[in-house]
C-alpha cells in the first residue's frame, strides 16, 4: 500500500488544489480495482445523502441514484448512521436500496463514513470477481480519510479547475478555465460567457448530444458522460469527454451543472469505437455492388488496425475470388495469389490453403500470432499476426476477409470485438450486392438485347454507339439508338429515350425502335416516319410518351435533314474542332398529340464533321441542368480527337452519371470515295415501253463507259421493266446505278406486293420464269419498300 499512500500523501499536502476530491477518488479506481467511486454527503435535506463528485464509469450504468435517506437500508445510509464501513454481500448489491440493477455478474459495493472534516460517505463499486480484499479495503479507508470536499466550491463552481465548467442552468451562463478554452480553440478575450459560444464550436453531428446534456429538463438524470467532436484548422477534429453532474439550487442559488472537460484524442481507441462500426453499417447499407462492399469494409478495417494488407474474397464453390485487395500491386501478395492472378484479381482455392478451409468451416474469427506454422499461401499474408474473418450469411459462408501484419501484433479483446462485428455486417452486405450485381447484370442483359448487336458497316461514314444503363435501380431503362441503311447512300440516325424504367418502358422502346426501322425502310422522308411513329404511339393503351431525334444523312452530297420530337439537338463538331448545338425546331414528345406537326430542319456536313447525338443522363444530373451540361458535351468534344471514335465515345461516358440511363451515338461523316453515277428514266406505259427501257439503258452504259455484261444488263432491265408493267398499275420508274464495279437495275412501281416465286414450272408453261432468271444472273437482288410501293432490284458485276 506504500504506493497508494504515497499519491495521497501527495494530495492531502495541497487541499485546496482545483479537482482535488476528484483526483482522490480516481486512486479508488487504481489501487482498489473499484469500477465507481463517489461521495456522499448530506444535502439542503438534512435526511438525504447527496451525490458530490463522482469517478470511473457513469452511475447511470450501475444504477446509483443521486440522493439515499439516511433513514433507508442503503449501504451509504447505513455507514453514515453507525459510523462504520459496510461491506453488504453481492446478493444484496441490486437491492431497491442499494444499486437500482445489476448489468451481468455480480457486483460487491463497499461504503465507508468519511474522515475529515466534513461529514460523509465514500460509496465504491467493484465488478471483480474477488470483490474487495483485505489490501483493497484498506485502500478505501485511506482514500476515505484523505477525502476533503467543500459543499461551497461544489455549489458555487468557485476556485474552477483549469479544464472545468459550472453552468448555470436558469441563464446559460457558464464559468469556464483556461484550459478548456484552449480545447475549444478560444481565446479568454473573445468569449462572452454563454454556454451557446461553446456549443456552437461543436460538430454538427454531435450537437444534439451535447445539447441533452446542458438543457434543464434532465437536470435529474444524474451524471453525463459524453465525448464530441470541436473542428480543428490543422487537422482532423479533436475528440474531447465531457463529465459533469447537476448540483440542486436552493437559498437563492440557481441549479448549476458542474464538470470537466478533457481531451480524449490520445486515449481514444479507434478500435473500440462504437461509431467506426456504425459507419461500417451505414457505408453498407448504401453499398450497391461486390466492389461497392469491398471497398467499405477495407476502408472501415485497414487503417484502425494497421493493418499492412487486407483482402476481401467471395466464396464460389473451392475457390475464394477476390474482390479487393489492398495494397493492390501483386508483389505484396503470396506466391501462390500471383500465380493466381488471371484477371484483375487473383482467385486462390480454398484446398491449397486447409488452415482458412477449417476456419470457413468453423465459421468464427481466427487469428494466428506471428510465428504460427501456417501453410505459405497464408503465412506470407501475415508473417507478423493474421486475422481471418469468415462471413457469414443467410445460413453459408459468402465469403472471408484476411487480414495481415508484417511486424507483430497483439489482438487486443476490442480488436477482436470490432472484426466480429465488421465480418457480420460485410457478409449479410456481401450477399445482397452479390444478389444485386446478379440482377443487374441480367437487367443489362435485357437492355441490350433489345439494341442493335452491332452497328452496320457506312459508305463514307464511321459511327459508334455506347450504352450505359443506370445503378440507381434494377429497372429496365427506355433510352435506345439505331442506325438504319437506306437506299441511295442514305442513312438514318436515331436517338431516343422512353419515359420511365420500367418493363413497360423497355417493351415500349422496342416498339418504338421498330416502328422507327419500319418506316425509314419504306422510303418515307424524316418528318413522315416521325409523324407515323408519334400516331402508333398515340393510338397504343399507354400512358408514356418518348422522345426521339432522327436524322436522314445523303453520304453522297454531304447533306443531313434532321427531326426533333421533344429530344436534345444534335451536337456537330466540324473539322476544324469548333462545335455547335444544332439549331433544330422540334415538335412535342412522341405519344402528346396524334396531330402534332414535326418540322424537318437542315444540316450541312463537311468531310470530318462529327454528329453527336444523346439522351438527357449523359447531359442532366441533379447537380447540373441541360443547357450546361450540353455546353459541356459541345466543349468535351472539341477538344477530343474524332479519329478515334470510339475513344471519344468512352471519354464522354466516362463524365456521366449513373441516376440514369445513357445512350451516346457518335457518326464522323468522311465522305464517300467514289461516289456513285446515276441516271434515272420514267417509263411510260405504251407498247414499246420495255424497248424505250432498253435502248435508254444501251445509251447509259455507253455514255458511262461500260463494255461489259451489256447483254445480262439488258436481260434484267427487260424481265423487271415487264413484271412492273405486266403486274402493277401506276407509275414506273428505272434507276441505273454504277458504283465499285458493279451496275445497279433498280425498278419501282406502285404496288407493294412482293413478286412471287413459282414453286414449279411446268415444259409448257408460259411465263414465271422472270424473276428466276434475274437471280440466275444477279450478284445479287431483292426487293424492298419504298413509299407507297417497292422498288426490285439487281446488282450485275462486270468483272
Not at 309 to 336: M, Q
Not at 600 to 612: C, F, K, N, W
Request: aromatic share 4%; net charge negative.
Amino acid at each position: 500500500m506504500s504506493r497508494a499512500e504515497t499519491v495521497l500523501e501527495a494530495l492531502a499536502a495541497d487541499p485546496t488544489s482545483p479537482g482535488r476530491t476528484r483526483r482522490v477518488l480516481e486512486q479508488a479506481l487504481i489501487f482498489a480495482g473499484a469500477t465507481f467511486a463517489a461521495v456522499y454527503a448530506p444535502g439542503e435535506d438534512p435526511q438525504r445523502l447527496c451525490l458530490v463528485e463522482s469517478a470511473g464509469v457513469p452511475q447511470t450504468l450501475y444504477g446509483v441514484r443521486d440522493c439515499y435517506p439516511l433513514a433507508g437500508h442503503s449501504p451509504a445510509a447505513e455507514a453514515h448512521r453507525e459510523g462504520r464501513a459496510v461491506w453488504p454481500r453481492p446478493a444484496d448489491a441490486a437491492g431497491p436500496d442499494a444499486l437500482g440493477r445489476v448489468p451481468s455478474g455480480e457486483l460487491f459495493v463497499g461504503a465507508l463514513p468519511l474522515r475529515g472534516e466534513q461529514p460523509g460517505v465514500l460509496l465504491a463499486v467493484s465488478e471483480s470477481p474477488d470483490g474487495f480484499d483485505a489490501d483493497a479495503r484498506t485502500c478505501l479507508e485511506l482514500v476515505a480519510a484523505a477525502v476533503v470536499w467543500s459543499p461551497a466550491a461544489a455549489a458555487d463552481g468557485e476556485d474552477l479547475p483549469s479544464n472545468a465548467f459550472s453552468l448555470a442552468m436558469d441563464s446559460g451562463r457558464v464559468e469556464v478555465g483556461d484550459d478548456l478554452l484552449d480545447l475549444f480553440g478560444l481565446a479568454r478575450a473573445r468569449f462572452d460567457g454563454r454556454v451557446e459560444t461553446l456549443l456552437g464550436l461543436a460538430v454538427p453531428e454531435d450537437l444534439p448530444s451535447l445539447m441533452s446534456v446542458v438543457e434543464a429538463d434532465h437536470m435529474s438524470i444524474g451524471d453525463r458522460e459524453l465525448e464530441f467532436r470541436v473542428p480543428r484548422p490543422d487537422g482532423p477534429p479533436r475528440w474531447l469527454r465531457l463529465r459533469g453532474r447537476p448540483v440542486p439550487g436552493g437559498d437563492g442559488r440557481p441549479a448549476r451543472l458542474v464538470g470537466t472537460v478533457v481531451d480524449a484524442s490520445k486515449t481514444r481507441s479507434d478500435v473500440t469505437d462504437v461509431a467506426r462500426v456504425q459507419r461500417l453499417a451505414a457505408a453498407l447499407a448504401t453499398a450497391g455492388t461486390v466492389r461497392d462492399v469491398s471497398q467499405a469494409v477495407v476502408s472501415a478495417l485497414r487503417r484502425p488496425l494497421h493493418a499492412d494488407r487486407i483482402a476481401l474474397a467471395e466464396l464460389e464453390g473451392d475457390r475464394l475470388v477476390v474482390t479487393v485487395l489492398d495494397p493492390p500491386e501483386p508483389e505484396s501478395w503470396p506466391e501462390l495469389w500471383r500465380l493466381e492472378w488471371r484477371t484483375e484479381w487473383p482467385d486462390a482455392p480454398v484446398r491449397a490453403m486447409p488452415t482458412l478451409a477449417a476456419a470457413l468451416r468453423d465459421g468464427r474469427a481466427a487469428i494466428w500470432p506471428a510465428g504460427t506454422a501456417l501453410e505459405p499461401a497464408l503465412a506470407e499474408v501475415g508473417p507478423g499476426g493474421l486475422a481471418v474473418l469468415p462471413l457469414p450469411a443467410g445460413g453459408r459462408m459468402a465469403g472471408a476477409c484476411l487480414i495481415g501484419w508484417d511486424s507483430p501484433h497483439d489482438f487486443g479483446p476490442d480488436e477482436r470485438a470490432l472484426l466480429t462485428a465488421s465480418a457480420g455486417l460485410a457478409g449479410q452486405a456481401l450477399m445482397r450486392a452479390h444478389a444485386f450485381d446478379a440482377e443487374h447484370e441480367l437487367v443489362g442483359m435485357l437492355q441490350r438485347q433489345l439494341l442493335p448487336r452491332r452497328l452496320p458497316k457506312l459508305p463514307g461514314a464511321v459511327a459508334v454507339a455506347r450504352y450505359l444503363p443506370s445503378t440507381a435501380g434494377l429497372e429496365l431503362g427506355g433510352d435506345w439508338y439505331d442506325v438504319i441503311p437506306l437506299v441511295d447512300n442514305h442513312v438514318a440516325l436515331v436517338i431516343g429515350d422512353v419515359q420511365g424504367h420500367s418493363a413497360a418502358a423497355a417493351t415500349l422502346m422496342g416498339q418504338m425502335r421498330t416502328a422507327l426501322r419500319a418506316y425509314a425502310t419504306e422510303g418515307h422522308p424524316p418528318d413522315v416516319v416521325v409523324s407515323h411513329a408519334n400516331r402508333l404511339l398515340a393510338e397504343m393503351e399507354t400512358d408514356l410518351f418518348a422522345t426521339c431525334a432522327y436524322v436522314e444523312v445523303d453520304m453522297e452530297e454531304g447533306t443531313a435533314w434532321c427531326v426533333r420530337a421533344g429530344h436534345l439537338p444534335p451536337v456537330l463538331r466540324h473539322p476544324g474542332g469548333e462545335t455547335e448545338i444544332a439549331e433544330v425546331d422540334g415538335g412535342p414528345p412522341l405519344g402528346v398529340s396524334a396531330q402534332a406537326d414535326f418540322p424537318m430542319s437542315p444540316l450541312r456536313l463537311r468531310r470530318g464533321t462529327v454528329i453527336a447525338l444523346a439522351t438527357d443522363g449523359l447531359v442532366e444530373t441533379p447537380e447540373t441542368d441541360i443547357d450546361t451540361g450540353m455546353a459541356r458535351l459541345a466543349h468535351e468534344l472539341a477538344v477530343s480527337d474524332p479519329a478515334h471514335l470510339g475513344l471519344v465515345a468512352d471519354a464522354l461516358l466516362g463524365n456521366a452519371g449513373r441516376g440514369d440511363d445513357v445512350a451516346l451515338l457518335l457518326v464522323r461523316y468522311d465522305g464517300m470515295a467514289r461516289r456513285p453515277m446515276r441516271e434515272s428514266w420514267t417509263v411510260w406505259r405504251v407498247p414499246e415501253a420495255v424497248r424505250h427501257a432498253r435502248r435508254f439503258t444501251r445509251r447509259t452504259l455507253r455514255a458511262w463507259g461500260v463494255t461489259r455484261q451489256i447483254d445480262t444488263i439488258l436481260l434484267v432491265v427487260s424481265e423487271l421493266v415487264t413484271n412492273a408493267l405486266a403486274h402493277t398499275g401506276g407509275q414506273v420508274r428505272l434507276d441505273l446505278t454504277l458504283i465499285n464495279g458493279r451496275v445497279r437495275v433498280a425498278v419501282a412501281d406502285g404496288s407493294p406486293r412482293t413478286p412471287v416465286k413459282p414453286t414449279s414450272i411446268g415444259w409448257e408453261a408460259t411465263g414465271g420464269r422472270g424473276i428466276l432468271l434475274v437471280e440466275a444472273v444477279s450478284a445479287a437482288s431483292g426487293t424492298v419498300p419504298v413509299s407507297g410501293g417497292k422498288q426490285v432490284w439487281s446488282e450485275i458485276a462486270l468483272e
